[in-house]
């Protein structure tokens, strides 16, 4: 792929045999940041898994650098009042699968009471695709609907590697301070060594590099944590 000449020069400045401390990773990345938009800084980390594992797991970072989330919850009675109490955008049962099977998608993620996944799940090839399927595994699909609305207004997150075993996660924007943005970094890479698989042997996480939207990664000592 054919890159520009801002790109390039961010190139330049970077030394790929060297792995940096978060913190100076961080600053390295602000500094080379050149679009004129806030750029979100996103976390990598590549795994050593096998292709049948995955990692995966939510939590709450100590920063938060996204607007409020539009938080949808599939519930009837009692539950939805609940969730509604909670604060929810949106809060309804068949009239919300309806209008989302028609095409609306105006929401950014989706929780679901136990007792309605047999018919939300209609919604899976809707949803699935787009990330928005309530999953216990990320504890969206709950009986504990204040507690779960909670967490998202607070910037719960979910971290998955994908199928080459790599986590990708957004972890704050290029005006945060460094401090902040570091502190997220340090927690999910605690978080994802939790996560390491039993049979694992050697090297479990093999590299990690930080990097903004549209500027070049930087590696970050792949020691930081504990192996």
Same mark, same amino acid.
């Given at each position: 792929?054919?890159?520009?000449?801002?790109?390039?020069?961010?190139?330049?400045?970077?030394?790929?045999?060297?792995?940096?401390?978060?913190?100076?990773?961080?600053?390295?990345?602000?500094?080379l940041?050149?679009?004129?938009?806030?750029?979100?800084?996103?976390?990598h980390?590549?795994?050593?898994?096998?292709?049948?594992?995955?990692?995966?797991?939510?939590?709450v970072?100590?920063?938060?650098?996204?607007?409020?989330?539009?938080?949808?919850v599939?519930?009837?009675?009692?539950?939805?009042?609940?969730?509604?109490?909670?604060?929810?955008t949106?809060?309804?049962?068949?009239?919300?699968?309806?209008?989302?099977r028609?095409?609306?998608?105006?929401?950014?993620?989706?929780?679901?009471?136990?007792?309605?996944?047999?018919?939300?799940?209609?919604?899976?090839?809707?949803?699935?695709?787009?990330?928005?399927?309530?999953?216990?595994?990320? =504890?969206? !699909?709950t009986?504990?609907?204040?507690?779960? /609305?909670? %967490?998202? +207004? $607070?910037? @719960?997150?979910?971290?998955?590697?994908?199928?080459?075993?790599?986590?990708?996660?957004?972890?704050?924007?290029?005006?945060?301070?460094? =401090?902040? !943005?570091?502190?997220?970094?340090?927690?999910? /890479?605690? %978080?994802? +060594? $939790?996560? @390491?698989?039993?049979?694992?042997?050697?090297?479990?996480?093999?590299?990690?590099?930080?990097?903004?939207t549209?500027?070049?990664?930087?590696?970050?000592?792949?020691?930081?944590?504990g192996?």
């Amino acid at each position: 792929m054919k890159r520009g000449k801002k790109y390039r020069d961010a190139v330049t400045r970077v030394k790929k045999a060297d792995q940096l401390p978060v913190l100076d990773a961080v600053d390295l990345v602000k500094d080379l940041a050149y679009a004129r938009f806030d750029e979100t800084i996103e976390l990598h980390m590549n795994l050593q898994l096998k292709k049948s594992i995955n990692v995966r797991d939510t939590l709450v970072l100590p920063h938060q650098f996204i607007g409020e989330k539009r938080i949808l919850v599939f519930a009837k009675g009692d539950k939805a009042a609940e969730a509604t109490d909670a604060g929810a955008t949106y809060v309804g049962d068949d009239d919300l699968i309806e209008k989302i099977r028609g095409g609306w998608l105006d929401f950014d993620v989706a929780v679901a009471t136990p007792d309605m996944m047999k018919d939300v799940g209609r919604l899976g090839p809707i949803l699935g695709r787009r990330g928005l399927m309530p999953n216990p595994k990320t =504890q969206t !699909v709950t009986n504990d609907v204040k507690a779960a /609305i909670d %967490e998202l +207004r $607070k910037g @719960r997150v979910e971290f998955r590697s994908d199928k080459t075993g790599v986590v990708h996660l957004a972890v704050g924007k290029v005006s945060m301070e460094s =401090q902040k !943005v570091a502190e997220n970094i340090s927690l999910i /890479i605690s %978080e994802v +060594r $939790k996560k @390491r698989p039993a049979d694992t042997k050697g090297t479990f996480v093999k590299s990690i590099a930080v990097s903004s939207t549209m500027g070049p990664g930087v590696r970050i000592d792949s020691t930081v944590g504990g192996e």
